[in-house]
């Protein structure tokens, strides 16, 4: 492989539209206006750029490979390419879950969960490895939560028309509470009765009705396309006012505890008509709604977006299809949070990884094979996150630096344009047990997960929780 090519600030050939947008309140005029993002030179250098094929056939002697702390060979007839991970069984290490799906018409439930210990051991089966699929295009409906605050995990689950909760050690049915006709796209805890602790669910079809439960499976409430629109395809539960409720943000639209509508976000720059939300992410939560700041992606749409917690818009880059955004800081030297968001449907080897300041400022592009799964992880120790890419297994710093590649053998690796492959995803959470976060990367053919132990990177305060988290999402 050929060494990395120089880092570019901006690309002449992406097509870069930036809608400023007043700030209608006075509560907002001491943030500093969004800045406009300097315009492509004539002559652009060429991107950073992944190697298209195989990043580890030909490894640069110059880049170091990190090799795997763990290989664990996941079930061949129960395991599924969605993979979360969180302690099970009490040994202070996380244990990894992994589920197929039955997929109809982009209509999708949970049919078979196998729990593994890190060296491979199965915990338990769940479900029936004789229907479903591996592959995914979605969020897969099983999620790992102490949902009844004993200290001890349980694996949660949407089956056909029910939602199943299963004992995290021993995989025994606790409770199967039934579901609507397929409202069984995604699993999300929230804390809508204004409870201690997040105890109530959220469940939706695709694209167009969600509902609330409370624990013991009483309806709360449910909503037809919120604010008018589509759903997003995971809804965030974020508490906007500081009353001890969460709020919801199911679309564009943000809906109050009860389920009634609070604001619907609009955009000045395109027709949110075309699409749905793909991605909502927090960036900076305040003392008001007015000074907070989140980053939304509009799909379909093709809009990026900074909102306040009023809904309304900041900034607007339009043009590309972004998809997720990561939140964190990756650059010493430029002030605020920042935005680390990938620009999908691109054809292969052409998959860009954009990072953006607060402002909307770009601050440069990755040109990877494949960017949809990213993730930020503070990996040298610096303080600073930096930028985990699944598909070429790499990692790079704030600045487009490639800094290290994540060994895989290949036999696990694959053609990743055969019909087969699964998408490779990339996972950071604390494995081990340290406080850290690890990362993880799936194969293609989802026959193994690769867990690679973070020896260098600073223990969050508070420590890392075990796991890859609640309300896993892959948006």
């Known amino acids: 492989m050929k060494p990395p090519r120089p880092w570019?600030?901006?690309?002449?050939?992406?097509?870069?539209?930036?809608?400023?947008?007043?700030?209608?309140?006075?509560?907002?005029?001491?943030?500093?206006?969004?800045?406009?993002?300097?315009?492509?030179?004539?002559?652009?250098?060429?991107?950073?750029?992944?190697?298209?094929?195989?990043?580890?056939?030909?490894?640069?002697?110059?880049?170091?490979?990190?090799?795997?702390?763990?290989?664990?060979?996941?079930?061949?007839?129960?395991?599924?390419?969605?993979?979360?991970?969180?302690?099970?069984?009490?040994?202070?290490?996380?244990?990894?879950?992994?589920a197929r799906n039955v997929d109809r018409n982009d209509v999708h439930y949970t049919s078979a969960v196998v729990a593994q210990r890190l060296d491979g051991q199965v915990l338990w089966r769940w479900g029936d490895p004789k229907v479903g699929r591996k592959k995914l295009h979605h969020d897969v409906a099983c999620q790992i939560y102490d949902w009844d605050g004993d200290n001890q995990n349980e694996v949660v689950l949407c089956a056909e028309r029910a939602l199943v909760e299963l004992d995290g050690r021993s995989g025994r049915e606790r409770r199967r509470l039934p579901l609507p006709h397929d409202a069984t796209d995604c699993l999300v805890f929230a804390n809508l009765s204004g409870g201690p602790r997040a105890t109530d669910y959220l469940v939706k079809t695709r694209y167009t009705q969600i509902w609330a439960f409370t624990q013991a499976g009483d309806l709360l409430w449910t909503v037809t396309l919120p604010g008018g629109h589509r759903t997003a395809h995971q809804p965030v539960p974020i508490d906007l006012d500081g009353d001890g409720r969460d709020e919801v943000l199911a679309g564009y639209a943000a809906l109050n505890a009860d389920g009634s509508t609070r604001w619907v976000a609009g955009s000045t720059a395109v027709d949110v008509a075309r699409g749905h939300c793909d991605c909502f992410r927090a960036v900076r939560l305040a003392p008001t709604p007015a000074e907070s700041r989140f980053v939304m992606t509009y799909c379909g749409a093709n809009n990026l977006a900074l909102l306040d917690g009023l809904g309304r818009p900041v900034w607007e880059l339009s043009g590309h299809h972004f998809e997720s955004v990561d939140v964190g800081r990756v650059r010493a030297d430029v002030p605020g949070q920042h935005l680390v968001v990938d620009v999908d449907h691109r054809p292969w080897g052409q998959g860009p990884l954009w990072i953006l300041d607060e402002r909307g400022q770009r601050l440069g592009e990755i040109m990877t094979d494949y960017a949809r799964h990213h993730a930020l992880v503070d990996w040298t120790g610096d303080g600073l996150d930096e930028i985990l890419v699944a598909e070429p297994r790499a990692l790079y710093d704030g600045h487009g630096r490639l800094l290290a590649r994540f060994e895989m053998d290949a036999a696990d690796l694959g053609d990743p344009r055969a019909p087969e492959a699964a998408e490779m995803l990339g996972l950071v959470g604390d494995v081990t047990g340290d406080g850290v976060p690890d990362v993880l990367l799936t194969t293609r053919a989802s026959t193994a997960v690769y867990v690679y132990r973070n020896e260098r990177g600073r223990k969050p305060n508070p420590p890392a929780p075990l796991g890859t988290g609640v309300n896993f999402t892959l948006y």
């Open 8 to 98: 570019r600030a901006e690309v002449a050939s992406l097509t870069l539209a930036v809608t400023l947008l007043p700030l209608a309140s006075a509560a907002l005029a001491a943030v500093p206006p969004p800045l406009t993002p300097t315009p492509a030179p004539s002559q652009t250098p060429p991107a950073l750029s992944s190697h298209p094929q195989d990043p580890s056939a030909h490894p640069s002697p110059t880049v170091p490979v990190v090799r795997p702390w763990r290989r664990v060979a996941l079930d061949p007839d129960y395991a599924g390419a969605w993979v979360v991970a969180g302690e099970l069984d009490g040994d202070g290490t996380a244990e990894l879950v992994s």
